[in-house]
């Protein structure tokens, strides 16, 4: 469970995104409880060599991007159809780059390190919304079962693709 004041001052950021108006219902004891911030829920079980678990390293790690995640959390909790997760995971993207470009709007526009920063920045959101697309469906809390079982069979399909990629006799080279 997050910490009150974290996830107070999480919520407060959060709710100035331009997705915050769907967080005004909530209130910090959701955000307590529904958020773990960046990863998925099972992170939580791997520990490190240090103790820590692996939540913990993606939240110090990735700390710029947890106001996104506070609303993408509660968002996979409630769920909804596959199409709606497609649109909650696209936010959630939207979400991140808008907080890359605040996070270096007060350094001077001549400093070119602020463009690398942001750049960097854009780049790891888009990993993060790549690896939702991925791998979210698990967490995701589907309103049927079709949906869930789609999303299975596409991921099922997508490593089975990139197997058939792998194997030795698809990547010698043709003479």
Known sequence: MMPIDRAGELLAI?????SGDDLRDYTIRDVMERCN??????????????GRSLTDLCNHLLSWAMP???????????????????ADDRIFLEDCLWLAHELYREEPWW????????LL??????KMYLLLRAFGW??????????????EWIADERAQ???AKLLPENTEEKA
Do not use: C, Q
Request: charged share 35%; no cysteine.
């Open 14 to 18: 959060a709710r100035r995104l331009p």
């Open 68 to 86: 996104a995640s506070v609303r993408h959390d509660i968002m996979y909790g409630i769920g909804g159809t596959a199409k709606r997760r497609r």
């Open 161 to 163: 693709v990139a197997d």
């Open 138 to 151: 698990y967490a995701y809390s589907y309103d049927n079962a079709a949906d869930r079982e789609n999303e």
């Open 37 to 50: 911030g960046v990863g998925a829920a099972w992170m939580d079980l791997v520990r490190l060599r240090f």
């Open 121 to 126: 920045r854009r780049r790891e959101a888009r």
């Open 111 to 118: 400093n070119p390190m602020r463009y690398v920063r942001l």
